[in-house]
């Protein structure tokens, strides 16, 4: 199964190096990571800053060393979310969907992917409120799930 946000900033064209770890056995999971070296475009800075944070707040408590939690590319099998439950109805799916793989033991793979932000002007919807709703989700699912 394939996540991709709608809002074109990530590549189609990515797609067979997201799915190479599952084809090759070594993951579960495949994030594609804005930060491992991919052609990109340079982010909004208190964007990148939020995501960072995200992302270090994610690998303290679950003992993980992710670089991009946030990505809005992400493949899976259905086995992981076959019998899992997700509630997220918003920007706070990834830190739910990362929290519940994290604590299932999937194996995790990163892939550097090709990325082209957007502006607000051109109708990025995330927001400085999202990234606190993103903290209390990882810290919930850290003890709840």
Do not use: C
């Not at 997201?18 to 056995?25: A, F, N, T, V, W």
């Not at 990163?110 to 400085?128: L, Q, S």
């Amino acid at each position: 199964m394939l996540i991709q946000d709608a809002d074109l900033e990530y590549d189609p064209r990515d797609y067979p190096a997201l799915l190479r770890p599952i084809e090759e056995g070594l993951a579960d999971v495949v994030y594609g990571s804005r930060f491992l070296g991919a052609a990109r475009r340079p982010i909004l800075f208190w964007n990148m800053v939020a995501n960072k944070i995200l992302t270090l707040v994610t690998n303290v408590l679950y003992n993980n060393i992710l670089t991009d939690m946030e990505t809005g590319y992400k493949i899976f099998k259905r086995q992981v979310v076959k019998d899992m439950p997700l509630h997220a109805r918003g920007f706070e799916f990834e830190p739910e969907f990362t929290a519940k793989v994290l604590k299932r033991n999937y194996r995790i793979f990163e892939v550097p992917i090709t990325f082209n932000p957007r502006e607000y002007w051109e109708g990025k919807k995330i927001k400085a409120k999202d990234a606190f709703v993103a903290l209390w989700t990882l810290f919930k699912y850290r003890f709840v799930d």
